[in-house]
């Protein structure tokens, strides 16, 4: 069964930092493409970035490019999301998901979510 | 960025009632369109991909149409399990963007 575990988040100060974490069971990260995706308390979905099966292609969203590094660890299943120079807009649940090729690289499997509070 | 306008914002209906909800691409897409359901406090559950492909386990009530700019997510006959907030997602190009979803609601 494929499960994601997100953990991490955490109530910060502007201007600080925190890196995610996603521990894949079931599957092999190395072997999809994954996502980070967040929302915002009362609001819609906000892709935030992706990492290919290789790892040699990484995309980011504009509002968090040059703050945000997304990353894995193959030895330990674990997709990373370092998050630097928060803003009260980095505010919301973030997610991780896998993207599946063979259903049209839709997010197939998600996480239950990991919450980030950035306030002082 | 390709910006997804989802319509109606609510949809308010009654069990057994046909549903059915909208999102317009900017520009097109062709076929690259997905659709995910979300209910409170649950991450998001993949419905459709590709237009019109429904998601593995997904029931048959569930079915999408569409190309280029416009798609359409129609529900046959709504079950009391339905009612959620259901959003678009294009994967065309990057960067990923999704709608601003359609809540439907019990009447």
């Known amino acids: 069964e494929v499960q994601l575990l997100e953990s991490g988040g955490d109530l910060v100060q502007p201007g600080g930092s925190l890196r995610l974490s996603c521990a894949a069971s079931g599957f092999m990260i190395s072997t999809y493409g994954m996502t980070w995706v967040r929302q915002a308390p009362g609001k819609g979905l906000e892709w935030v970035s992706f990492i290919s099966a290789s790892g040699t292609i990484t995309y980011y969203a504009d509002s968090v490019k040059g703050r945000f590094t997304i990353s894995r660890d193959h030895s330990k299943n674990t997709l990373y999301l370092q998050m630097n120079s928060l803003r009260d807009e980095d505010t919301a649940v973030y997610y991780c998901a896998k993207r599946d090729v063979p259903q049209g690289y839709g997010m197939d499997d998600w996480g239950q979510g990991t919450t980030v509070t950035v306030s002082s | 960025e390709i910006v997804l306008t989802q319509s109606p914002a609510t949809l308010s209906l009654s069990p057994g009632e046909r549903a059915t909800l909208s999102c317009r691409a900017s520009?097109?897409?062709?076929?690259?369109l997905i659709w995910y359901q979300q209910k409170p406090g649950q991450a998001p559950r993949l419905l459709i991909y590709?237009?019109?492909n429904r998601a593995a386990g997904i029931p048959a009530r569930f079915s999408g149409s569409g190309s280029e700019t416009d798609f359409t997510l129609t529900i046959s006959s709504l079950e009391p399990e339905d009612f959620a907030v259901y959003y678009c997602q294009q994967r065309s190009n990057w960067p990923i963007t999704f709608g601003q979803g359609t809540r439907l609601e019990i009447k």
């Open positions: 590709d237009a019109s």
């Open positions: 520009q097109s897409v062709g076929s690259y």
